[in-house]
């Protein structure tokens, strides 16, 4: 039978290899992935031929698995929607396990598609051959090893095994999953005989535009238990947290209780509120409140409620679990969020039903209690205003604030990890331009980060900001091709201290002796200008507070990628963050 126009791609392929692979690829298109990650490999060939011939999806090509893991994370970050990781077998598939783990963790949707060789080979020593059974582990949410095409296998089976992948990544734990295809010669797209019988169902299937399994629609807990209601409605001394938000709703929502509860708020630098926008009562700088001793032990709430996903700040952390009597955490998934074992009360429930039931009548709050951490916050920001009037040479805290300072608004803003985002989190300006903010913070490893921010990009598509360290882009340094092809504008802005800045903030540093510098310093010579111009980025290295503004703002306009390498001193850098910890505890008081 020759298919219509609308359905050749999938009803006129020429082997089953390609019916099915293209089928699968047609039916994840139908269920709402936006983005499909592929890196070069023979084994994959089918898979990789039916994305080239999609209409209307986004792809990425790169040339490291482990980057394109990343890449999908990133865009799960910037839409809350799965993207599509192809690979070929053997370690290709292995190399997912860090963007795996991320996405688990912090509860990402994220499908894996991984070919295969055919089972007669399993345990035979055969070349690139693997177990890839069950390869993450506990790290996905659902499994499935598929046989080899074959006759004896309706492609409705298939198809249906597509939907219930992607309905995994969406259930109340969301996070990745692994579909692995067997796949034997051929692996070209030749002709062969009239593969399989293809029923009706699936012909109309493949001359509509319906998913075969339509996504389930999405459900949550529909009331706030009246004992947690009375709790809120109690409080004298209440606290707003705010964890990582996903999409605009859980923002707007989350404005309004902010709004309505009139409780001071600490926004967590992921969740889209800590920077910019309108956000009543949010009390910046709040780390700087939470070290003073003095200052907590007179502001120590009787209920805390966050809302959302986890924290970056440490003493945001300590402060919910031990300065309260009650601790509520709600968030719309079922992920454990306890580190310290301390809440009180858990709610899982869709955060805009949430926050359209937080009670309002009887709310008891203390009248003085919301203005007196926001005249402690007023304090600390103008004692940082004016530390920050006074820095000339480029500096950490500096670079984090004159960002979010001169960022665009509408830009995205991508963090790395150890020092970037607690520098973002702790300095960054509240009344700059509105921004959303995102960080690999599921596993907070450094590993990458740059195809993290591509991807973030390429699902926001508008420019992004990447603030990284040195460590950080060396670890994922070939993903500066990735970047150069962007099709998105990105600005890099390195932060390079020579090696892991973040170790001369812990313990390790006054213990380990001569063993420090090498081992946890890891000190390079490495020139970053050599690996911009290696891709054909763009490269400058201002030195001075002045230089870099300019710098920054001319790069974010330019509608060109660009690395912006700001140069620093890892032991002046300690010496500097303790120095202003110690100005702004004392301008709490």
């Given at each position: ?56 999806v ?28 192809i ?23 994220l ?23 069950d ?7 659902w ?23 992607c309905?995994?990544?969406r259930l ?41 399994n ?8 529909s ?51 800590r ?11 709040a ?10 032990a ?13 924290l ?42 949430f926050?359209?039931?937080?009670p ?50 509408g830009h995205?803003?991508?963090v ?7 520098d ?6 509240a ?11 599921g ?15 390429a699902?926001?598509?508008?420019p ?126």
């Open positions: 039978m020759q298919a219509p126009d609308s359905s050749s791609r999938v009803l006129n392929a020429p082997n089953l290899n390609y019916l099915w692979a293209t089928a699968i690829v047609e039916e994840l298109t139908r269920q709402g992935v936006g983005l499909f990650v592929l890196a070069s490999g023979s084994r994959c060939s089918p898979f990789t031929l039916a994305v080239a011939g999609q209409p209307g986004h792809r990425i090509q790169h040339v490291d698995e482990r980057g394109c893991g990343f890449a999908a994370v990133g865009y799960a970050r910037a839409t809350g929607r799965a993207a599509v990781v690979t070929t077998s053997g370690t290709a598939v292995a190399n997912l396990l860090p963007a795996v783990m991320e996405a688990s963790e912090d509860g990402l949707p499908v894996v598609l991984s070919a295969d060789r055919p089972a007669r080979l399993r345990n035979t020593g055969a070349n690139q051959t693997m177990d890839q059974v390869l993450f582990g506990t790290h996905v949410r499994f499935h090893d598929l046989a080899c095409p074959n006759p004896g296998i309706p492609v409705e089976h298939v198809l249906s095994l597509v939907g219930d992948a309905r995994a990544t109340d734990r969301p996070g990745p999953v692994h579909l692995n295809c067997m796949l034997d010669e051929p692996l070209q797209p030749v002709s062969g005989p009239d593969p399989v019988s293809i029923s009706r169902d699936v012909v109309r299937w493949a001359e509509g535009e319906a998913p075969w339509p996504p389930e629609a999405s459900t949550s807990s009331r706030l238990p009246e004992p947690l209601a009375a709790t809120i409605r109690a409080a004298r001394r209440g606290v707003l947290l705010i964890g990582r938000l996903q999409g605009e709703c859980e923002v707007r929502a989350v404005q309004q209780l902010a709004a309505r509860l009139g409780w001071p708020v600490l926004a967590d630098i992921t969740s889209g509120l920077l910019g926008g309108s956000l009543p009562h949010r009390i910046a700088c780390d700087a409140l939470l070290s003073e001793e003095r200052w907590l007179r502001h120590r709430p009787d209920v805390v409620v966050q809302v959302g996903r986890r970056v700040s440490k003493l945001l952390q300590a402060f919910a679990a031990h300065e309260s009597d009650t601790y509520l955490v709600v968030c719309p998934d079922s992920r454990p969020l306890d580190p310290h074992h301390a809440v009180t009360h858990r709610v899982t429930m869709n955060l805009s039903s926050c359209e039931q937080v309002l009548e009887g709310v008891s709050t203390d009248p003085g209690w919301t203005a007196a951490w926001e005249a402690a916050s007023h304090d600390v920001q103008l004692s940082l205003s004016a530390w920050e009037e006074e820095q000339t040479q480029v500096n950490e805290p500096g670079i984090a604030r004159s960002i979010t300072r001169c960022i665009p608004a995205g803003l991508f790395g990890n150890s020092m970037p985002v607690r973002l989190d702790q300095f960054g300006v009344d700059g331009p509105s921004v959303a903010v995102a960080a690999n913070r596993v907070s490893g450094i590993d990458g980060t740059v195809l993290s921010a591509v991807g973030y990009a699902g926001r598509r508008s992004v900001t990447l603030l990284l360290g040195d460590l950080s882009l060396v670890h994922d340094l070939n993903g500066l091709l990735a970047l150069a092809r962007s099709e998105t504008p990105i600005t890099v802005v390195l932060v390079n201290n020579r090696g892991g800045g973040i170790f001369h903030f812990l313990p390790i540093a006054e213990t380990a002796g001569e063993a420090f510098e090498p081992w946890f310093g890891t000190p390079h010579d490495i020139h970053f200008s050599h690996a911009a111009a290696l891709v054909g980025l763009d490269y400058l290295s201002p030195g001075t507070m002045e230089e870099f503004r300019t710098a920054y703002a001319h790069a974010v306009q330019s509608g060109r990628s660009s690395v912006l390498e700001v140069r620093t001193d890892r032991v002046d850098n300690v010496d500097l963050h303790r120095a202003l910890w110690k100005q702004l505890r004392n301008a709490s008081l």
